[in-house]
């Protein structure tokens, strides 16, 4: 009864390519595994440019500058971890990178209000979490579109945080201990940032909400037809990006030493969304990736830093950032299309 | 197995009317879907095939009329009433979900997990189960670990009727199965059809235009005119030429009232 009995292998999923794999040149199998697993073109991307910049200076891969490479990449992949699992949710949320901005704020006032640091930083992200619930009120209750939405919640909590910070920046009080925990120590911020991709990419992949979440972005009507609460779902997925913003911004105040109502904004919410985009996770809903998204950071960390210390000038970073991006995601669609086709 | 006819009435529609503002959608239907039986349900476009099917299903509610169900008359109040009494239907959309594999757009919302509220999905006794039924049942799928994307119209629909039984559907509903589809997928579907019904349990009304394509898997044939059945008859005791006559007729006093209008 079977159509292609003999093509396929039922326990491990679809295949590309049924013929015989072991004999073949390594690019080849690169090649294979770059169309197989949407993860491995950025990977490879990552490599590839590590290499280069290591080539050009060999201080890339000293430790000092691993660290930079961190900070470079931490918070961004933080941030777009949340962002990844709002676009595959299929909406969008432009405003994180003010609430970045202001949940340092909320915990320094917190804290100067005499509450317990630990609970300072739990204020903080409830407050994030906050802006996140807007977001999904407007977004799902009144029928705006997320763009929209948090485009005004973007100008919003910014002029919020510039009034309750008086436009002067402050310094954050913690204990030593707290301090390096919380993002003041460098392998603690790239802990931070793994244990976020590795969880959520586990939530995306392994638990209902994750289900869920695919669903309502792949197919909102037919979700909601077999009984999945889309709004919930997507409710959930503005609040968790939210309280991943606040969090980040909170890293960062602590491995900064200070509190700067203009710090992230609409910087740091690109890059977030460029290193979703980039680790392949579409803008269209229903499909993406965790790790790719932490992946995207990093590349765009590698990209940063290899020209911070190449000595490239400010004005022709920015350009040759930008090519870089349209490169990258030029060649990932070429790669989604061949890995489309493969598989059809 | 007892004639139809004898077996216990499992959905009713009695004088249902359906009006949106000035609009008359249904004027006065009275359908009987037995157990286990399978309703062929034709009908032009815009004679109210869908707007009696959204009433089934709870989408809608009658404007005049009653409901009954299992012998006890029902007011559904929404798509998930009509469903927890095991009122399912499949849409022409599916509502499957392109990125997910088969098994997991099978128990998409009734899904096997563990782990208490954190809710982890149990892949491998979803698999086994997915593999399981839809072998029984003869559907046909390279594997249920393939996307839904990259399956075929006819195998598509075929994971959608699927699901909506394997949830345990007293009666289903199902619009336009073999709509868009060449003739060796609607074969397939149609086979399909065949098997639930012989597997019993299972009342169905069949929407379609095409009722030459439907006709020897049902087991009697409706027709809705103007919102009204006009036509109710066991398959037996007619045939495709006679359905052929009245649509044709139909077709004719369409023409002469345009004629006079």
């Known amino acids: 009864m079977r159509a292609e009995p003999a093509a396929y292998d039922e326990t491990s999923g679809p295949r590309l390519d049924r013929g015989p794999v072991e004999r073949r040149p390594l690019a080849a199998r690169i090649g294979r595994l770059v169309l197989r697993w949407r993860e491995a073109s950025i990977l490879v991307a990552g490599l590839l440019l590590a290499l280069y910049f290591q080539s050009t200076n060999s201080a890339f891969l000293s430790n000092d500058n ?279 | 197995m007892a004639e139809v006819a004898d077996r216990k009435v499992v959905l009713r529609a009695e004088h249902v009317a359906k009006t949106f503002g000035q609009v008359t959608a249904l004027r006065d239907i009275n359908l009987s879907l037995h157990d286990g ?9 815009g004679a109210g095939k869908s707007t009696l099917m959204k009433i089934f299903t709870g989408y809608h509610r009658p404007s005049a009329g009653r409901l009954y169900f299992d012998g006890k008359p029902v007011h559904l109040r929404s798509v998930s009433h009509a469903r927890a009494l095991g009122i399912e239907a499949v849409y022409q959309d599916l509502a499957l979900v392109n990125q997910l594999n088969v098994f997991h757009n099978m128990f998409l919302q009734r899904e096997a997990v563990r782990g208490g509220f954190l809710a982890i999905l149990d892949d491998a006794t979803m698999r086994r189960r997915a593999r399981e039924y839809l072998e029984r049942m003869g559907v046909n799928i390279p594997s249920v670990d393939a996307d839904v994307a990259r399956l075929s119209g006819g195998q598509r629909q075929a994971i959608a009727v699927a699901r909506s039984v394997y949830q345990k559907a007293k009666v289903l509903l199902l619009d336009e199965p073999t709509a868009a589809m060449g003739a060796k997928e609607s074969a397939q579907i149609l086979d399909l059809i065949q098997r639930l019904k012989e597997g019993g349990g299972v009342a169905m009304i069949i929407i379609a235009h095409n009722y030459a394509q439907i006709f020897d898997v049902c087991d009697r044939i409706n027709l809705i005119e103007g919102g009204v059945i006009t036509f109710d008859k066991p398959t037996s005791e007619t045939s495709v030429a006679e359905l052929t006559d009245m649509v044709v007729n139909e077709y004719r006093s369409a023409r002469r009232n345009i004629g006079r209008g």
Not at chain 1, 183 to 203: E, K, P, T, Y
Request: net charge neutral; charged share 10%.
């Open chain 2, 37 to 45: 039986e399978v309703l062929g349900l034709l009908g032009d476009n």
């Open chain 1, 66 to 344: 691993l660290a930079n490479l961190v900070d470079y990449t931490a918070t961004t992949a933080i941030i777009a971890a949340g962002e990844a699992m709002v676009l595959v949710a299929g909406e969008l949320d432009l405003s994180v990178g003010m609430v970045y901005a202001l949940a340092p704020f909320i915990m320094y006032f917190a804290a100067a209000a005499g509450v317990p640091m630990w609970l300072a930083v739990l204020a903080a992200l409830v407050a994030a979490g906050l802006v996140g619930v807007i977001n999904a009120a407007i977004t799902l209750l009144l029928d705006v579109p997320a763009f929209v939405t948090t485009l005004g919640t973007l100008f919003l909590i910014n002029g919020f945080t510039l009034t309750i910070s008086g436009g002067f920046p402050v310094q954050p009080k913690a204990g030593a201990a707290f301090m390096a925990v919380f993002g003041g120590d460098v392998w603690a911020r790239l802990a931070w940032a793994m244990v976020v991709a590795g969880v959520l990419q586990f939530v995306l992949r392994k638990t209902r909400f994750g289900l869920h979440t695919i669903a309502a972005g792949g197919n909102l009507i037919g979700a909601a037809e077999v009984g999945v609460r889309v709004n919930g779902v997507k409710a959930r997925n503005f609040i968790l990006c939210s309280a991943l913003g606040g969090f980040a911004g909170i890293i960062d105040a602590f491995r900064i030493g200070s509190i700067d109502p203009l710090a992230g904004g609409s910087e740091i919410m690109f890059a977030a969304i460029a290193a979703a985009v980039i680790g392949g996770t579409l803008l269209t809903g229903g499909s993406g990736t965790i790790i790719g998204a932490f992946l995207g950071a990093l590349v765009l960390g590698i990209l940063k830093d290899g020209f911070t210390l190449s000595g490239v000038s400010a004005f022709t970073f920015d350009m040759i950032l930008g090519g870089a991006i349209l490169v990258t995601m030029a060649v990932n669609v070429r790669l989604t299309r061949l890995r489309d086709q493969g598989r059809g």
